[in-house]
């Protein structure tokens, strides 16, 4: 059936200088982001490699608006952290309402187009810092310090990454889309309600161990359509099963031995330009090479040191994701069904812009 093709059908099958430049810069940036967190001893270290991955995996090119839309998440989420946690976090009813008012806006921006890349890095660090920010024991003073330190890496390894392996020209834009008015709001409220209704849950249910799950049922809302979350879910399970897989290998293979950096290092980055590969030829969007690369980040960045090895973390990863993403498709095509019985937010295939 078409709606269960993989999101990426138009991936290719040869590389070329630009994309094996583009290969070099996640796997050095993303490595280069984990010894960082590593030697600093940051606390939240998903932050420094989950970050590099998405800027540099994201966008190909480095300019200005793209370094705008980076800046302007990093200090969005880091004042709605700090303000509305500080004001709202023992208020659970003005605190969800904040967050729903917060998704609606970024996915807004998601829908329209022109500001996706800070509308999609947004919505991942929020859903990240609000995570962190559920535990009990939480700082989050520290917290958003440390998110903004690793904004300040992220900045500097993406300058480095560009300057050392620079794009060798120009790439194609990708197609504009149009999109009716009632497709917009379509897809606002859907991935809205979802984003919520999974805030909620996480909270509800005190999973603190799972914030690889909560993340994924927001990553699987980016086409922001039933049609397009499906085979998103799907990649994102695939590519997350893998990269439990090779962390695992990675695990056995150092034995005894997983406390020492360097070697930790040579297997990330061993991994990480494998699945910076497969991202590519899938054609650089959300798919399951994506999913892996983030899925090496969350593992190596926020779990694994040198008293606590990765079985447990992968197994646990692995299941829940599963679970959580099942779920989260679930409750999109329930919204899905209920949205296109209004004319005014029913669901059309947007068209290219000619």
């Known amino acids: 059936m078409r709606i269960f093709r993989p999101m990426q059908a138009g991936g290719k099958t040869a590389f070329n200088t630009a994309d094996l430049n583009q290969c070099l810069r996640i796997a050095f940036g993303g490595t280069l982001g984990f010894l960082v967190a590593k030697l600093t001893g940051a606390s939240y270290g998903a932050f420094y490699t989950v970050f590099p991955m998405l800027l540099l995996g994201m966008v190909p090119q480095l300019n200005v608006a ?22 709202l976090g023992d208020k659970p009813v003005p605190m969800t309402l904040l967050v729903m008012a917060l998704f609606a806006l970024l996915f807004r921006a998601m829908a329209r187009g022109p500001y996706f890349l800070f509308g999609a890095m947004s919505v991942v660090n929020l859903s990240m810092l609000l995570h962190f920010a559920s535990y009990p024991q939480a700082d989050v003073i520290g917290m958003v310090t440390s998110n903004l330190g690793a904004a300040a890496s992220t900045l500097l390894i993406t300058l480095l990454m560009h300057t050392l392996f620079p794009e060798p020209g120009a790439r194609p834009a990708r197609p504009v889309m149009n999109k009716s008015a009632e497709t917009r709001r379509h897809e606002v409220i859907l991935a809205t309600t979802v984003a919520t209704g999974s805030f909620i849950a996480f909270q509800v249910l005190d999973l603190q161990g799972s914030l690889s799950a909560q993340v994924a049922t927001v990553l699987v809302l980016f086409p922001l359509n039933w049609r397009g979350a499906v085979p998103a879910g799907w990649n994102r399970a695939i590519g997350t099963f893998v990269g439990c897989n090779v962390g695992l290998v990675i695990q056995l293979v150092l034995l005894g ?23 590519l030829l899938e054609g650089g969007g959300s798919g399951a090479g994506f999913a892996a690369l983030t899925t090496m980040a ?14 447990y973390s992968d197994l646990y990863r692995f ?34 812009v000619v």
Do not use: C, K
């Open 66 to 87: 793209v370094l705008r839309q980076f800046l302007a998440n990093i200090g969005l989420v880091s004042l709605v952290v700090l303000v509305g946690q500080g004001l």
């Open 257 to 279: 031995h997983f406390d020492v950096l360097p070697f930790i290092a040579v297997g990330l980055w061993l991994s990480l330009m494998l699945f910076a590969r497969m991202h």
């Open 298 to 311: 969350i593992l190596f960045g926020q779990y694994l040191s040198p008293s606590q090895d990765l079985v």
């Open 319 to 352: 299941s829940s994701l599963v679970v959580a993403v099942a779920l989260a498709l679930l409750a999109v095509y329930l919204m899905h069904l209920l949205l296109n019985r209004f004319a005014a937010t029913r669901w059309s295939e947007p068209v290219p």
